[in-house]
Structure formats: C-alpha cells, structure tokens
C-alpha cells in the first residue's frame, strides 16, 4: 500500500455559535505525514465578489504560495489548481 498518496480531507463543520454564520467548509491535501494545501473560501462583503483560493504553507520543501488575491470560482477549481502545483513543485525535489 503506498504512504504517499495525496487526498483531499473535508475540515470539520464548525460547533456552537461559530456554527450559526459558518459558510462552506475548505479541504486539507494531505498526505500520510504532511499537509501540502488549504482551500478556503474567501468570503466577500457586500459589494466584494468571492471565490476559492489555495494556500500552500511555509515550512514545506516546496515554495508558499496563497492564491488569495487572485481567487477562482468554484471550490473544484481551487483544488485542482492547489493539486497542480503542489505536484509540479514535488517533482522538482523529487518527493
């Protein structure tokens, strides 16, 4: 059975009050050891428009990367773009 296969995990939904104005939960790529990537919602205000977005974070031996500022439409797209780079970026260091 291999260790180092990547799949996506759904965050836990949100409890108590915190769950009353809770939006989408994000996902967590990860493997058997390691984190590689969140997507998130980013939720707009009222006149901002919102999307998904992927962070990548440091303390990895890949590069950081947040997609905050640039988000897309659908939580899909957030992760296939997240599972793109981090597969690219794993490559190169050969992981």
């Known amino acids: 059975m291999k260790t180092n296969v990547m799949r996506w995990k759904k965050n ?5 009050l915190r769950r009353i104005g809770a939006g989408p939960r994000g996902s ?9 990537a ?12 919102d999307g998904w977005y992927f962070v990548v974070p440091s303390g ?5 990367e947040n997609t905050c500022r640039a988000p897309v439409g659908t939580e899909k797209e ?6 793109a780079y981090v597969k ?5 260091i050969g992981v």
Do not use: C, F
């Not at 690219?88 to 190169?92: G, P």
């Open 60 to 64: 990895l031996p890949i590069p950081y």
């Open 88 to 92: 690219r970026h794993r490559k190169e």
């Open 28 to 36: 967590t790529l990860r493997d058997a050891y390691t984190e590689w």
């Open 38 to 49: 969140w997507v998130s919602r980013l939720a707009g205000g009222w006149n901002d428009p």
């Open 12 to 16: 836990p939904p949100e409890t108590g």
């Open 78 to 83: 957030a992760k296939d773009l997240a599972l």
